[in-house]
């Protein structure tokens, strides 16, 4: 199992920046992949970045050029670096770890950071 614990969140002006921490409770080159999703009111939650053990990193065309997924192995916790921000971005979000285990892929999930751009 993993436990993730994340931080960051918080109201910004449209423009502005913002880093969300995600710790993990194991190393996170024990877990496949590590991301970060996003929920806005009365949507979907989605897909926003996500980085595999391996260290390959994907986005989603809204945040690509203004976000950016990296990771501290020795602290096992992943970023998010939010610039630029637009108030469409306004959203919970929540970080997720993709792990394959004895009987198949898992998906744990953090408790979800409110991330408010106002304009």
């Known amino acids: 199992q993993v436990q993730l614990v994340e931080s960051g969140g918080g109201l910004v002006q449209a423009g502005g920046s913002l880093r969300l921490s995600c710790a993990a409770s194991r190393s996170i080159f024990s877990i496949n992949s590590m991301g970060w999703y996003r929920q806005a009111p009365g949507k979907q939650r989605e897909l926003v970045a996500a980085?595999?053990?391996?260290?390959?990193?994907n986005y989603a065309d809204p945040i690509k050029g203004r976000f950016t997924i990296s990771r501290d192995s020795a602290k096992n916790t992943v970023y998010l670096q939010m610039n630029s921000l637009k108030p469409e971005d306004t959203a919970v979000y929540y970080c997720n770890a993709h792990v394959w285990e004895v009987f198949g892929w898992n998906d744990y999930w953090g408790q979800g950071t409110q991330v408010t751009v106002s304009s």
């Open positions: 980085i595999t053990s391996g260290g390959t990193s």
